[in-house]
């Protein structure tokens, strides 16, 4: 499949967005309304943001929150709901591959959802090195990964070894679990990963 920036466009253009749940991630859901509002208007970055479901959920729990994806429409829809919630956020139309150095240690949490697996299985060790350097010391990655073992993509999957792997020289894993919440069509093969920056 052709993953340019303007082939994503497309698909949006097109309708054909099969990752697009129409509401956060479940587990990421879970996670922040266990949470409690953050302390300190902690920062969040959301990539491949996409329409902003989960943008929109960590803003409406406080926190401060900026959503990238490089499809404009992708951003438009995002823009727009916020709008209409009356939420204050910051999207960004940019390649997530571009955020260094400005956006270095801007933040306390990354949040991950369906970008990861999005991309070539090339570019893992670089979004690893991203993600480390977009955090603050001691901030925390909190993940939805794709751990199905079906050929090809997206979405690509990935198993637990190769996650440690990648993440373990940048990261320490605070907890990775199956995820017990996932939407029917994804059930056993998401994994949820809060990793903190070393």
């Not at 955020?99 to 933040?107: N, R, S």
């Not at 299985?121 to 901030?139: D, E, I, K």
Request: include cysteine.
């Amino acid at each position: 499949m052709n993953l340019s920036p303007t082939a994503w466009e497309n698909r949006y253009l097109q309708g054909t967005t099969g990752w697009d749940l129409g509401q956060p991630a479940p587990a990421l859901s879970q996670w922040v309304e266990s949470q409690g509002p953050p302390e300190n208007a902690a920062s969040a970055i959301v990539l491949g943001a996409g329409r902003g479901y989960d943008a929109l959920l960590f803003a409406r729990h406080g926190f401060q929150v900026t959503a990238v994806d490089f499809a404009p429409s992708a951003i438009a829809a995002l823009t727009q709901a916020a709008k209409a919630e009356q939420i204050s956020l910051t999207g960004l139309e940019q390649d997530i591959f571009t955020l260094l150095p400005q956006w270095q240690g801007q933040f306390d949490y990354v949040v991950e959802h369906t970008c990861f697996c999005a991309l070539d299985p090339s570019l893992r060790p670089a979004y690893v090195h991203l993600v480390a350097n977009l955090l603050a010391p001691q901030g925390e990655l909190l993940a939805v990964f794709f751990t199905h073992d079906r050929p090809g993509g997206p979405p690509f999957g990935l198993s637990i070894p190769e996650l440690t792997e990648l993440f373990i020289p940048y990261f320490e894993v605070l907890s990775l679990d199956s995820v017990a919440v996932s939407v029917p069509a994804r059930r056993g093969e998401e994994h949820f990963a809060r990793l903190r920056r070393r």
